[in-house]
């Protein structure tokens, strides 16, 4: 069974920086994408940013210009540097990772790691 473990997650102040850290472990391939995802209490599971393993990014417009999303030289690792934090990036942030294996994609999370900013 694959699985995502998080870190990183911690309370900040506002204007404070966090570097959360995904590393996928118990599987033979690469990911073709990984990428974080946050959920706030009461809303919807949002995207963060992705990267894909040839480095291409997508950043939701709340993360630009104040998170950078990477990649880990270990194989399956990433990483969101998350700068300039506000309280409305308090969420619970999850781990993702796609990956299309012979002829069958997979999908799997992380079970979260908690961001809280104080104002």
């Known amino acids: 069974q694959v699985q995502l473990v998080e870190s990183g997650g911690d309370l900040v102040q506002t204007g404070g920086s966090l570097r959360l850290s995904c590393a996928a472990s118990?599987?033979?391939?690469?990911?073709?994408?990984m990428g974080w995802y946050r959920q706030a209490p009461g809303k919807q599971r949002e995207l963060v940013a992705t990267?894909?393993?040839?480095?291409?990014?997508n950043y939701a417009d709340s993360s630009k210009g104040r998170f950078t999303i990477s990649r880990g030289n270990a194989k399956n690792t990433v990483y969101l540097q998350m700068n300039s934090l506000k309280p409305e990036d308090t969420a619970v942030y999850y781990c993702?990772?796609?990956?299309?294996?012979?002829?069958?994609?997979?999908?799997?999370w992380g079970q979260g790691t908690q961001v809280t900013v104080s104002s």
């Open positions: 993702n990772a796609r990956a299309l294996w012979v002829g069958r994609d997979y999908d799997f």
């Open positions: 990267i894909t393993s040839s480095n291409r990014i």
């Open positions: 118990r599987v033979i391939f690469e990911m073709d994408a």
